[in-house]
């Protein structure tokens, strides 16, 4: 049984959504122990980098109904130049701030779209944006987390099991 939300899934549409925004101008995954380090060389800014995925299961009031809340988190940042340079930092923590509430808006739109893969999944009020930096080479942005909510059928499929 294909699943409506998956991790792969996900991960097209953070690249679908660095694609095609003309602001930003590369995307890419990162691993946690990287922001202590340099920013990968070859990736153009402003950036959309997918931070991590998780899910929570649950079932409504009256156990009838199973959901798959999937919880995404991805930062939108830009170099701010020199350490200290604060009339830098703040162009650049207004411009991704832009930025990251195109890619909300661009959420709802597909939220409403029932050809997208995004249809009715996209709440507006799980929604969270949040400041980051500096981190890399004194790179700043957005940390913008969402839900996406579908409903998950826990259908048991018993040729998936041995006796």
Known sequence: MERKIDPDKILQLHETIANRHKGINGFYRFNLKEIEGQFRKGV?????????????LNTNANKTANFNTHFVSLLIIDFAGKPNDFTKENIVLNETYYLALDVVSYL?????????????????SSVSIEKV???????????????????????????????
Not at 108 to 124: G, N, P, Q, R, V
């Open 108 to 124: 709802k739109k597909e939220h409403a779209d029932e050809t997208s893969f995004l249809y009715s999944l996209f709440e507006i």
């Open 44 to 56: 153009k800014t402003p950036a959309l980098l997918l931070l991590s995925h998780s899910s929570a």
């Open 133 to 163: 930096g500096p981190i890399f080479d004194n790179m700043f942005g957005w940390n913008l987390i969402f839900s996406l909510k579908n409903q998950e059928p826990f259908c048991f499929e018993p040729d998936k099991w041995e006796d």
